[in-house]
Nanobody, 121 residues
Framework: QVQLVESGGGLVQPGGSLRLSCAAS????????MGWYRQAPGKQRELVAT???????NYADSVKGRFTISRDDAKNTVYLQMNSLKPEDTAVYYC???????????????WGQGTQVTVSS
């Protein structure tokens, strides 16, 4: 089995920073793309940022210049550094990864349980 566990969420004032982490564990042969998504109350889940195995990144327009995604393949971990946070960044943040459990298995999509980020004064 594979698990993704997020950490680092919390309450922060506007203009503040948070760093989210997501660690994959279990039976892992390889991890392809990893990413962060978020879902605000009453809204659909939306992409925040993704990073490929080679390190190419993609960001939602709303977070460009403020958020940075990175990964540490030795730790099977993806990070999201969030700076200059705004109230509209308030949401549950989910990590996602494409993981192959064995050489013979196809890649499957895995999700974390989510971590709450609240930006408020």
């Amino acid at each position: 089995q594979v698990q993704l566990v997020e950490s680092g969420g919390g309450l922060v004032q506007p203009g503040g920073s948070l760093r989210l982490s997501c660690a994959a564990s279990g039976r892992i042969f390889s991890i392809n793309a990893m990413g962060w998504y978020r879902q605000a109350p009453g809204k659909q889940r939306e992409l925040v940022a993704t990073i490929t195995k080679s390190g190419s990144t993609n960001y939602a327009d709303s977070v460009k210049g403020r958020f940075t995604i990175s990964r540490d393949d030795a730790k099977n971990t993806v990070y999201l550094q969030m700076n200059s946070l705004k109230p509209e960044d308030t949401a549950v943040y989910y990590c996602n990864a494409g993981i192959r459990m064995t050489f013979l298995r196809q890649e499957s999509d895995y999700w974390g349980q989510g971590t709450q980020v609240t930006v408020s004064s």
